[in-house]
């Protein structure tokens, strides 16, 4: 499963400098790519484990002028298995989390709404769960808007606006945050989401049932 250089022993050099490390999940992705590579230029104190199943969503390429930094590691992983969630946290002890990692496309959702329960909702727990027993201090799933349902052409959403999704992704989603609201209420968990617009890339002119922004 884990594919670290060789040459460097992430978790040993932690404990001697005392450095961050944020286990980025779904890092392999659109966004989850770019966060890496700002945080690898911004922090240079902190180090980055990239989790990620290589959906046909990923692609390492995103990752290529990051790859021989020594702050940088990818460990391939599914957030819905607990063989592997388990294995990097033991392996890693992260200080933060940052949950990308999602079957993303409301079109697939629409075809196929099993595999976005499984990773969205089912990742979600699992990863909060390890989170929590290895005393993760920040834990941030990356939500999305679209748990409020659809605007027309103008308008705007409060944060408390009421959760109306539209499509399965949605309410994956949304379910994912209130998994949130429920470690962050009972345990209590260190936990929070950020329910982010919609970011263009290539590939988002394919998507048909978008709301408008
Ligand atoms: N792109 C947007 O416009 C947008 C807007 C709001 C919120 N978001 C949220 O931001 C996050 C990232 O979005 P994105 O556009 O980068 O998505 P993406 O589809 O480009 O990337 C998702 C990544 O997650 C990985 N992944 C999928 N299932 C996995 C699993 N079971 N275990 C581990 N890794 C898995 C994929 O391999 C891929 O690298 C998602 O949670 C999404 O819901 C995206």
Redo the contacts with the bound molecule.
Sequence with gaps: MNEKPDTFDFYEDKKKNSNKIILV????????SNFIKFILDKYPDYKVIN?????Y???LNNLSSVEENRNYVFVK????DKKDVKNVFEEFDPDFVI???????VDKSIINPEIFL???VL?TQIILNFAREHNVTKFIL?????VYGSLGKQGSWKEDAPISPNNPYAAS?AAADLLIRVAHQIYPQLASCSR????H?PC?AFRKNRRNL
Aim: hydrophobic share 35%; net charge negative; no cysteine.
């Design positions: 999940t779904g890092g392999a992705g659109f966004i989850g989790f990620d199943k290589l959906t969503a990923g692609n992983g599914d957030v819905a949950h990308f990692a999602a079957e993303s496309h499984q990773t969205n990742g990356i939500s999305t808007d679209e989603k982010s617009l919609s970011r890339r988002l």
